[in-house]
């Protein structure tokens, strides 16, 4: 359903113009294939992973001896989620501890939808039976901590802050001192993502990074980076950034409904070998969906 409804443009550039083209061809041949290339090159799939893509399904059609284009169709489905998923199995779900203080960071650059993810995820895991406090590291940006005060009051989630400027590690270490007397489940920290100063950045998130470990050897237990899908190459050139500096154990992707190029999941785990564990829908707060690729390429060609 949600994938369904939030994937519409995606819809239109990928899932009409595969169906279109199968109406097209009866029969696969040579054509049929270099179209499907580019329509999945278009969708932001990605080149290498679109090349040994379609070769695949080449070498497969040929050893079943399938030659409609119907049949071959069902093939691209299964495909693309295998694809996706490669050797690794259950790789969505977040790594959480069974039982204390879990600290996900939330990295990436502003204006991705940083603040609205952890907005939405303090809302879904509140709805869980789960107790939340929020950490505005992002002490840089004016307005920032504002902005997290207002998810805060909108989910009835406590925020931890300092005043703009202030150390970012130091709120983190508040907020966790705060989170294990309050015997909160999951503290979720914001954090800074201007681009004027990328080392500079980098540093400053080692050092947040460094601090939660102090006081939680095995935290944070996700590194979650946020990415604006609409982005697109810019968004591979982000996470290639942040995966060599602060180390991401997934990707929230947000912004799937306002792009034609949902392709991009496939790409990024591909590519950059990090799962995307959520989706952004839309800018509502439940809009958040937990990203499973059989879901999402099945809601894609249902
Ligand atoms: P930040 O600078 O990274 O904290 O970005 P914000 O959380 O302020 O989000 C920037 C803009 O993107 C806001 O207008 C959000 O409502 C919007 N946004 C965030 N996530 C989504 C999403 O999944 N879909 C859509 N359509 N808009 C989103």
């Known amino acids: 359903g949600k994938f369904k409804d939030g994937l519409l443009k995606t819809r239109q550039n990928l899932t009409e113009k595969v169906n279109d083209l199968v109406a097209r061809y009866r029969k696969v041949d040579e054509e049929f294939f270099e179209e499907l290339e580019e329509i999945f090159i278009q969708a932001d799939i990605g080149f290498d992973t679109v090349i040994e893509l379609v070769d695949e399904l080449k070498m497969e059609a040929k050893r079943k001896k399938i030659q ?8 691209i489905v299964e495909k693309l989620v295998e694809i996706y998923y490669g050797e690794d199995e259950n790789i969505s779900t977040l790594n959480l501890p069974d039982t204390g203080l879990a600290v996900i960071l939330f990295v990436g650059v502003n ?26 590291g992002d002490t840089f940006r004016a307005g920032a901590i504002e902005q997290l005060e207002v998810w805060g009051d909108r989910t009835g989630v406590e925020v931890i802050k300092h005043q703009e400027g202030s150390d970012p590690a130091a709120v983190i270490y508040d907020a966790i001192q705060a989170a294990k007397s309050r015997k909160v489940d999951v503290l979720l920290c914001d ?112």
């Open 191 to 302: 954090t800074a993502g201007r681009l004027q100063n990328k080392v500079n950045l980098m540093k400053e998130l080692e050092k947040v990074k460094r601090v939660i470990q102090r006081e939680i050897p095995e935290a944070p237990h996700e590194v979650l980076l946020v990415l604006d899908a609409t982005t697109g190459q810019n968004a591979m050139v982000q996470a290639k950034q942040f995966k060599e500096a602060t180390g991401v154990t997934g990707i929230v992707l947000t912004k799937l409904d306002g792009t034609a190029k949902g392709g991009i999941v496939i790409a990024i785990k591909k590519e950059l070998n990090i799962p995307v564990k959520f989706v952004g829908l839309g800018e509502k707060i439940d809009d958040l969906q937990p990203f499973d690729a059989e879901a999402y390429v099945y809601g894609l060609f249902a």
């Open 111 to 136: 204006g991705v939808g940083k603040t609205t993810t952890i907005g939405k995820m303090a809302y879904k895991l509140k709805s869980e039976g789960k107790r939340v406090l929020l950490a505005a």
């Open 68 to 75: 409609q284009s119907e049949l071959l169709k069902e093939m």
